[in-house]
């Protein structure tokens, strides 16, 4: 059975930090791309980080604030938040994918708040 399991979410005040985990079982870990998503009230999910094949990727918006990191030995994901602002209040997803040209695996946490206020 494929799971993902979120921690970490909760009231962080602007310029804290916060340390999401996903930890996983079910798949092979390895061989999928591990992301990070966030949806705010209103607005689209957006992807905010990724990591897959060795390589990390960032939306602009987090790009030297947050940190993606993954432990594959232990199937768990990590998302390092520093110096998080209001805008980043957000509900935050977990993802696992896996896409060849004809298919593609998508699993989903079931998201952590993150609060971002004074």
């Known amino acids: 059975q494929v799971q993902l399991v979120e921690s970490g979410g909760g009231l962080v005040q602007p310029g804290g930090s916060l340390r999401l985990s996903c930890a996983t079982s079910?798949?092979?870990?390895?061989?999928?791309?591990m992301s990070w998503y966030r949806q705010a009230p209103g607005k689209e999910r957006e992807l905010v980080a990724a990591?897959?094949?060795?390589?990390?990727n960032y939306a602009d918006f987090v790009k030297g604030r947050f940190t993606i990191s993954r432990d594959n030995a232990k199937n768990t994901v990590y998302l390092q938040m520093n110096i998080l602002k209001p805008e980043d209040m957000a509900v935050y997803y977990c993802?696992?994918?896996?896409?060849?040209?004809?298919?593609?695996?998508?699993?989903w946490g079931q998201g952590t708040q993150v609060t971002v206020s004074s």
């Open positions: 079910g798949f092979i870990f390895s061989s999928y791309t």
């Open positions: 993802n696992a994918r896996w896409t060849t040209r004809v298919l593609q695996n998508d699993y």
């Open positions: 990591s897959g094949g060795g390589i990390s």
